[in-house]
């Protein structure tokens, strides 16, 4: 997401991207984009994902940060929110001079979107009423909050108009981890795993090239008792059927893959799983060892 916005423009944003933990099976994405339709006709919803785990604000930050660099300029509405109807914060961060504004609970969900696109401008926590719906209840916070305050700016209402401003640097950070560099190697971890069983690492090709200053061609992998030398690819079917390896994906992150398989079923890896690599195997010196500690 980029732009030049001006910070204080009133100009109307045309498009909000939508990634929440509600499903698709009843009726609130439905709701939350209809409250959009209502307030500001203009505007396209674009869905990301909204069935991401209940209460996963890990995953959804994760699946945020992939989406991020392809969203156009506008508003994203970011709900993961095991805190709804609590103290917790609802919070509007203003990225890229303006360009675009993130709306979410306060919970580490939009750290890493927000780094993505240069870090946090204004910010306010969203607590004008006169902004939000008229509601029962107050768990439903995409519907009540975040929509009404969405099709707001997209309407031209300035940010401050919509909260109490704060400093955006006491907004809570993200829970991405990050590679360590230890005992002579990466200390990494299990990030992801799609729907093909592919799982994605917390490291790129880069990260251990810069580590150990080497060529990376073939990886020494050991998941417990199963050693195996697994060749770095950049597409998933120069793995060939059955056959297990290292692929660059489509975010620049090596993931453990099966040719036409499930690395999650075949190899029995999952996600939060512990991964360390360090040089070593062969041939050398263009290799390095894996070892894949499961946590669960």
């Known amino acids: 997401m980029s732009g030049t916005s001006a910070r204080h423009s009133a100009s109307r944003f045309s498009t909000v991207s939508f990634i929440s933990d509600l499903g698709l099976e009843s009726e609130h994405v439905g709701v939350v984009k ?5 307030e500001a006709p203009h505007v396209t919803v674009i869905d990301l994902a909204h069935n991401i785990a209940p209460f996963d604000v890990r995953a959804a930050s994760l699946a945020l940060a992939r989406a991020v660099p392809y969203l156009t ?7 993961v929110d095991p805190g ?5 914060r609802l919070v509007g961060v203003e990225v890229a001079d303006g360009a675009g504004v993130f709306l979410g609970p306060d919970n580490g969900l939009l750290a890493p979107g927000v780094a993505l696109v240069g870090g946090a401008g204004r910010a306010v926590v969203l607590d004008r009423d006169e902004h939000h719906l008229s509601a029962p209840g107050s768990t439903f916070a995409a519907r009540d909050v975040l929509a009404p305050v969405a099709a707001a700016l997209c309407n031209g209402v300035d940010l401050f108009e919509l909260g109490t401003p704060i400093d955006s640097g006491v907004l809570l950070p993200g829970v991405v981890p990050i590679p360590r560099e230890e005992n002579g190697g990466l200390s990494c971890e299990v990030l992801w795993v799609d729907r093909f069983g592919n799982c994605q690492l917390n490291v790129s090709l880069d990260d251990v090239r810069s580590a150990f200053g080497d060529e990376v061609v073939r990886v020494r992998t050991s998941i417990g008792a199963d050693v195996r030398n697994f060749e770095v690819v950049s597409a998933f079917d120069s793995l060939g059927q059955g056959a297990a390896g290292l692929v660059i994906d489509s975010s620049g ?3 453990i893959a099966v040719g036409r398989a499930s690395a999650a079923s075949e190899l029995t890896v999952g996600e939060g799983d512990q ?6 195997g062969e041939p050398a ?3 390095v060892s894996v070892t894949i500690t499961p946590t669960r």
Request: a negative charge; glycine letters at 10%.
């Open 275 to 280: 991964v360390f690599l360090a040089p070593g």
């Open 285 to 287: 010196p263009t290799s």
């Open 34 to 38: 209809a409250v959009i339709r209502e």
């Open 84 to 88: 709804a109807g609590s103290d917790r």
């Open 253 to 255: 992150l090596l993931c």
């Open 73 to 79: 300029e506008g508003v994203v509405i970011a709900c």
